[in-house]
């Protein structure tokens, strides 16, 4: 069936570091790609999404390009910050799968100062 | 504008017993989407509601309901409570159904944590 896929967490990095997460995904469609972040104590929100191939999302620095041929989606951000701590969740989107959002189980990223 | 509001934030149940969790969704937003967030499991769809109506129904035993009332208002019930239901629920809100288009973003509110005894 339909599911995505996240690297295991937590991610540990001292701040200005480089961050990649990584987010697979299978699904018989051309589904749209989102990453959601939850900061703690707080519900999750919208980081980036994407609806198409080729298409690339960002937002505050962060950026994810939909990539078809590897089905992939990954996250990356050139240099974190303290206040990016918080737990990221890759999804999917399919409008021929009943309208379901799937989600990844999430990553746990920690930045240190 | 005002954003989703879930009530309680914090409630302590014992095995057995049964608890109502609200969710208010932005206004003019029609779908309520419900998810049931665990360290273990990760985010589980529970249910949608749009326009009164359930949508969608994700895997999990019938002492799991909710509903949906006019003014968009969604409630969720479980029954019976068990242990293992202690968890994260999370409310979201869309304007049209959460997953028909890439520009239905899901926007949450910061959930009711439940913890059962």
């Known amino acids: 069936g339909d599911s995505v896929t996240q690297m295991e967490g937590p991610v540990t990095l001292s701040e200005e570091a480089f961050l990649t997460i990584n987010c697979t995904y299978t699904?018989?469609?051309?589904?749209?790609l989102f990453w959601y972040v939850q900061y703690p104590g707080e519900g999750l929100q919208l980081l980036l999404k994407?609806?198409?191939?080729?298409d690339k999302g960002s937002n505050k620095g962060f950026e994810a390009t939909y990539r078809k041929e590897t089905t992939s989606f990954h996250l990356e951000k050139g240099s974190v910050q303290v206040s990016d701590s918080a737990v990221y969740f890759c999804?999917?989107?399919?409008?021929?799968?009943?309208?379901?959002?799937?989600f990844g189980k999430g990553t746990r990223l920690h930045i240190l100062p | 504008k005002a954003g989703v509001t879930q009530t309680p934030r914090y409630l302590i149940k014992t095995r057995g017993q049964q608890v109502t969790l609200s969710c208010s969704p932005i206004?003019?937003?029609?779908?309520v989407s419900w998810y049931q967030q665990t360290p273990g499991q990760g985010l589980q769809f529970l249910f949608e509601?749009?326009?009164?109506?359930?949508?969608n129904k994700g895997n999990f035993p019938g002492r799991f309901s909710g509903r949906q009332f006019s003014n968009s208002r969604s409630e969720m019930n479980v029954s019976t409570l068990e242990l293992g239901d202690s968890a994260l629920y999370l409310c979201?809100?869309?304007?049209?159904?959460?997953?028909?288009?890439?520009?239905?973003?899901?926007?949450f509110g910061a959930g009711s944590r439940l913890t059962v005894l």
């Open positions: 979201a809100s869309t304007l049209g159904l959460a997953g028909a288009s890439g520009a239905n973003v899901l926007t």
């Open positions: 699904a018989t469609g051309y589904p749209s």
């Open positions: 994407a609806t198409k191939a080729d």
């Open positions: 999804a999917l989107s399919l409008v021929d799968r009943d309208d379901k959002i799937i």
């Open positions: 206004s003019g937003h029609r779908s």
């Open positions: 509601y749009f326009s009164e109506t359930q949508r």
